[in-house]
C-alpha cells in the first residue's frame, strides 16, 4: 500500500514536473500567431525573393510567425497590368500560391491606387487624359480580371488606396481628375462583382489626423448609403517616434469602427530615423555630411533609442490588443528590419529599425513582452 503510494506521489511530481517544463516552453517558444491569432489575423506584406522562396531566413520567420500575408509590389498595377492589352500575373501567381501552401490567409494590394500606377491607365498615346467612359472600362477590365483570376483564394482586398489627403480633401489623382470621386464607389462595386464573397477595404495612412479621420468616416457612410459592400478600413500605421499619439490613432480607430465596418491595421511599421527638413533631392545625395546626419545609426542601434522605440511600439500593440473586436487584422509591412521600405524611403540606403524582428530574424523585447502578457492574461482570465 505504502509503497504504492510512494510510487504514485514520484509518478504526479514527475508528471507535474514534465507538464510544467513543456509548459515554460510552449510559453518561450510562442509566436505572435499563437499568442495573437484568436483576437485578429497577424499579417505580414511580403516581397517577392520571399513568396518565390530564395530569401529562406526570411520565409522560416514568417511561416513561424504570421498567419497572413498581404503582396508588398507584385499586385500593383505597373506590374501586374504593365500594358493596357498585357497582364503579367507571374510574381501574383506565385504570392497566391505561398500563401496557399502555408495555408495563410491572403490579402490582395492593391486595385486602384495612383502611385506605382501603369503609365497608360488613365491616358491615351498622346500622354492626354482618357474620357470617363474609357477610364471606367479600363477600370472594371483592370479590377475584375484580377479579382476574379483571385476568386476564392484572396480573402479581401485593398480596392482604393491613399484617396484621401491628409486635411480630408481628395488626392489630385488622375482618377479623381477624370471620374471626380465617382470612381471610388465604382471601384467597390467592379471588384464586388468580380468576387461577390470577398472583403473589400478603403486603405490609407496617417489616418490619425482628423481632418482625413472625418473624411474618411463620410466616405465609408457613403459607401453605405449607397449600398456599396465595404468590409473595413485599412489604418497603414507607418508610425514615427512622436507622430501619432496613441490617442488621436485611437480616436481615427473607433470613428471607423463606429460607421459599422471593421478596423485593420495593414502596414504597420515605426521609423527611428530623422525627417529630412530640407527639401529632397540631388543635394542629399552630394552632401556627405548631411547624409550621415540623416543616417545616424548605420552600425547599430543605440539602447536608449531602441529602448523607446520598444516602448512606443508596445503601446500601440496593446491599443490593437485592447479593441480587438473590432481589429479583424494587424499587418506588419514586412518581416525584418532588412524588408523594410524605410531604409530607402525618403532618403535610399539608409538603415532604419521599423519592423518587430531585428536584421538576424530574433524578436524585438516588445515581441516578447507582448505575447508574455497576452499569455498571462489568457492564464488569469481562461
Ligand atoms: O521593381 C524595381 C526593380 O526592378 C529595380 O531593380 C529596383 C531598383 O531600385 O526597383 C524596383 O522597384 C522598387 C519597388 O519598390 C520594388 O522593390 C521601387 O523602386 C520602389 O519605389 C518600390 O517601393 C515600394 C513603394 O510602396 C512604392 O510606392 C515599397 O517597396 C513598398 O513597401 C511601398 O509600399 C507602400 C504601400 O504599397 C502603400 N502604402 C505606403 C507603402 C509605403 O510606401
Not at 511561416?63 to 501586374?80: R, Y
Not at 490613432?249 to 471593421?262: D, I, M, P, Q
Amino acid at each position: 500500500m505504502k509503497r504504492n503510494s510512494i510510487l504514485l506521489s514520484i509518478l504526479s511530481v514527475s508528471t507535474a514536473l514534465i507538464v510544467s517544463c513543456s509548459t515554460v516552453e510552449k510559453e518561450e517558444a510562442t509566436t505572435l500567431k499563437e499568442a495573437l491569432g484568436d483576437k485578429f489575423l497577424v499579417g505580414v506584406a511580403i516581397n517577392s525573393n520571399q513568396a518565390g522562396g530564395t530569401d529562406t531566413a526570411g520565409v522560416a520567420l514568417i511561416k513561424q510567425q504570421f498567419n497572413s500575408i498581404v503582396a508588398e509590389n507584385c499586385m500593383k498595377s505597373e506590374v501586374i497590368h504593365p500594358e493596357e492589352n498585357r497582364f503579367d500575373f507571374t510574381l501574383a501567381d506565385q504570392f497566391v500560391a505561398f500563401g496557399k501552401k502555408n495555408d495563410m490567409t491572403i490579402i490582395g494590394h492593391t486595385l486602384i491606387w495612383h502611385s506605382q500606377l501603369s503609365p497608360w491607365f488613365c491616358v491615351d498615346e498622346k500622354g492626354k487624359n482618357v474620357s470617363p467612359e474609357l477610364l471606367k472600362e479600363r477600370m472594371k477590365r483592370h479590377i475584375q480580371t484580377i479579382v476574379s483570376r483571385y476568386k476564392g483564394e484572396i480573402k479581401g482586398w485593398d480596392v482604393v488606396n491613399e484617396a484621401i489627403e491628409d486635411d480630408g480633401s481628395f488626392r489630385q489623382t488622375k482618377f479623381y481628375e477624370i471620374l471626380g470621386e465617382e470612381y471610388i464607389p465604382l471601384a467597390f462595386q467592379y471588384a464586388h462583382e468580380a468576387d461577390p464573397e470577398a472583403e473589400l477595404y478603403y486603405n490609407d495612412f496617417s489616418m490619425a489626423h482628423p481632418g482625413k479621420r472625418d473624411a474618411v468616416v463620410k466616405l465609408v457612410n457613403k459607401l453605405k448609403n449607397q449600398g456599396i459592400r465595404i468590409d473595413a478600413v485599412g489604418m497603414q500605421g507607418h508610425l514615427t517616434m512622436s507622430f501619432p499619439t496613441p490617442a488621436e490613432f485611437e480616436k481615427s480607430l473607433l470613428a471607423f469602427a463606429s460607421t459599422g465596418v471593421n478596423v485593420m491595421i495593414t502596414e504597420l511599421d515605426m521609423t527611428v530615423l530623422p525627417w529630412p527638413s530640407k527639401k529632397l533631392g540631388a543635394d542629399i545625395s552630394a552632401n556627405f555630411a548631411y547624409e550621415k546626419e540623416m543616417n545616424p545609426y548605420p552600425e547599430v542601434l543605440p539602447d536608449s533609442v531602441s529602448q523607446a522605440w520598444n516602448e512606443r511600439m508596445g503601446e500601440f500593440l496593446r491599443l490593437f490588443v485592447k479593441h480587438a473586436n473590432v481589429i479583424t487584422r494587424v499587418t506588419v509591412w514586412g518581416a525584418s528590419d532588412e524588408d523594410s521600405w524605410r531604409n530607402n524611403w525618403p532618403i535610399k540606403g539608409r538603415k532604419d529599425y521599423a519592423l518587430l524582428f531585428d536584421r538576424n530574424h530574433q524578436p524585438k523585447p516588445v515581441v516578447t513582452s507582448i505575447i508574455k502578457e497576452v499569455l498571462n492574461t489568457k492564464k488569469a482570465n481562461p
